[in-house]
């Protein structure tokens, strides 16, 4: 079972670097090839979740570039794998984004493969060399309608933003190893000699926040809208922005061991689940409400982070992949349809797409937060870990997230008085908007 974590990574990422040159020729069996990969990466996912493999490769003197699927990884593997698959099915069915299937479809795999080795990685090169294909892939995604001026400009400006985030870890790496943090093993990295901990973890804060559009790097995730559907689905759910969640998960013992990197961390979480949930509720565009409301539900994972709160953290995760997958697609499909994403002009869009509208509708009610839906346990754990410091501070961050789950029913209600059927008075301005939009 060696090369359980090689096979893994290997499919997406070989079968994607095959497809997305492949051309015109290539674009008619794109979505096949596509769909036939993503499957056997869930099935190998799913192997994977049950064996626990772990292998490594020596790369140079005392540097070993390993892989390893463990309790905190192995989630993570099956959600990205299954959230891929769906979303790959999804643009299938809508042949999106039409005759560059290759290229797109090949991308999107390139896209989950980098961030499968990110989940698994257990030493410092494979992530970082998972981390640049991931940041390369959302940019050549997100502007894939290349020829559409302000489609670039927002790809440029996402990759720019989280490129000089990035950075951060390329320091977080050179601390390790002046440090004397062994082999780089992620695992390791919590015992480098100070005062090269604290440049370390200042990085790795650094580089998981710009990643994951936490304040201050909030921005650049509403610009990353302008990608297809398919992309913003993956993007927000299981692969990028959850990578900086991630990395704050899985390096919990880091942020510990220097006894500031903690609450920096939680309070930059629970602030941008609050102002980010406030800015959600303003919007009146569907896509750009969905933004921000991840960058909202990405901070709880990041409070989580920064209070110990690992397991509620990643059970966040997983749940709000699933979630804003099932967001994103019923989106895309009422922009196929009807041509809109605003608000105003989807009121009532369920009534016609009563299958959509119902996705859409418990996808919502679970991201309000609403019992016994899976987004209210999971905040439940988060801040009942917040409130577990039994300190003022926890207290503090304790009554700012619980105020931001509150905001969060409040965006998600507001979504769904939308796109529910309207009263019976309001059926010929219904009729009239989506004949505008």
């Known amino acids: 079972m060696s090369a359980l974590p090689w096979l893994l990574v290997a499919v997406p990422l070989g079968g994607g670097a095959l497809l997305a040159p492949g051309g015109r020729r290539a674009d008619r069996y794109a979505p096949a090839v596509g769909l036939a990969l993503a499957t056997a990466t869930l099935g190998l996912a799913a192997a994977a979740a049950v064996v626990r493999p772990e292998v490594g490769v020596p790369l140079f003197a005392d540097v070993d570039a390993g892989l390893r699927v463990d309790g905190l990884s192995a989630v993570l593997v099956v959600t990205v794998a299954a959230v891929t698959l769906a979303v790959l099915g999804y643009a299938a069915g809508q042949r999106d984004p039409g005759r560059d299937g290759a290229r797109f479809h090949g991308l999107m795999l390139l896209f989950a493969g980098s961030m499968l080795v990110t989940v698994t990685a257990t030493t410092l090169p494979p992530l970082l060399m998972a981390w640049e294909v991931m940041g390369a892939a959302s940019w050549a995604l997100i502007g894939f309608r290349r020829h559409e001026p302000h489609r670039v400009r927002a790809a440029d400006t996402a990759f720019l933003t989280t490129r000089a985030a990035d950075l951060g870890l390329y320091v977080a790496a050179g601390a390790a190893v002046a440090g004397g943090a062994g082999s780089l093993r992620l695992d390791a990295l919590a015992t480098a000699g100070t ?10 804060v650094v580089s998981a926040l710009g990643k994951s559009a936490q304040l201050p790097f909030s921005f650049w995730l509403s610009r990353a809208m302008q990608g297809p559907s398919p992309v913003s689905a993956l993007l927000h759910s299981a692969t990028m922005v959850a990578a900086g969640a991630y990395l704050l998960l899985r390096l919990h013992p880091v942020l510990a061991a220097t006894g500031w990197a903690e609450p920096l961390v939680a309070w930059a979480g629970a602030a ?7 800015v959600a509720a303003a919007q009146s565009d569907l896509k750009q409400l969905l933004a921000a409301s991840t960058c909202a539900q990405v901070g709880f994972m ?10 509620g953290g990643t059970a966040h995760l997983v749940a709000h992949a699933a979630v804003k997958a099932g967001l994103f ?9 009807l041509g809109t994403q605003q608000l105003t002009a989807l009121r009532g869009a369920a009534r016609s797409y009563p299958l959509v509208g119902a996705a859409f509708t418990a996808s919502a009610l679970a991201l309000a937060g609403l019992a016994p839906l899976s987004l209210w346990a999971t905040k439940d754990e988060i801040l009942a870990a917040a409130r577990a410091t039994g ?10 997230g619980l105020t931001a789950a509150a905001v969060s029913a409040v965006y998600s209600v507001r979504a769904l008085r939308y796109v529910l059927p309207p009263p019976a008075d309001d059926a010929t301005r219904y009729d009239t908007e989506r004949r505008r939009g």
């Open 329 to 337: 697609l019923a989106a895309g499909a009422w922009l196929t349809a």
């Open 272 to 278: 941008t689940a609050l102002v980010l949930g406030v």
């Open 302 to 311: 990041v409070l989580a982070a920064g209070t110990a709160g690992v397991a």
């Open 391 to 400: 300190t003022a501070h926890g207290t503090a961050l304790y009554a700012v």
């Open 195 to 204: 005062p090269w901990l604290h440049v370390l973890t200042a990085g790795v």
